[in-house]
């Protein structure tokens, strides 16, 4: 018998373009897709790293709630910047989030993301209970 795929979307208007959901629930497992500081198609705290990670993890956990999960839920986040250098501002927002949950965290700098504006973009996967 197939699990049942729970699909979130955000109303960005490239999901469909481009074939995504924020999250996909399937069973007790959350899958949150690569999420960045993007507010009405515009990026938010351009050049604040720390601001960008804030309002990223603050998206993530609404997609997580429409999902029937909670940031403590999380067991592991991916996180991408375009410069390895700003981490500590990146790691401050994360940990000031994820503090008492300590999820498995990877995090890897890359050449560029969607919008040069964009210095972060993170990733999110949690099990329920």
Do not use: C, K
Not at 16 to 41: F, I, N, Q
Not at 80 to 105: K, L
Request: aromatic share 6%.
């Amino acid at each position: 018998m197939a699990t049942e795929r729970l699909r979130i979307g955000s109303g960005a208007p490239w999901e469909h373009e481009v074939g995504y959901s924020r999250a996909v629930r399937v069973g007790e497992r959350v899958l949150v897709a690569g999420t960045t500081a993007v507010v009405d198609g515009e990026p938010a705290y351009p050049g604040d790293a720390y601001g960008q990670t804030r309002l990223i993890l603050e998206i993530i956990e609404r997609a997580l709630g429409e999902a029937g999960a909670q940031m403590r839920d999380v067991v592991r986040t991916r996180i991408f910047t375009t410069d390895i250098a700003r981490w500590r501002e990146i790691g401050r927002a994360h940990g000031e989030v994820f503090s008492g949950v300590m999820p498995a965290v990877t995090m890897v700098q890359v050449a560029a993301l969607i919008d040069p504006r964009l210095l972060v973009e993170i990733e999110a996967e949690a099990i329920l209970d």
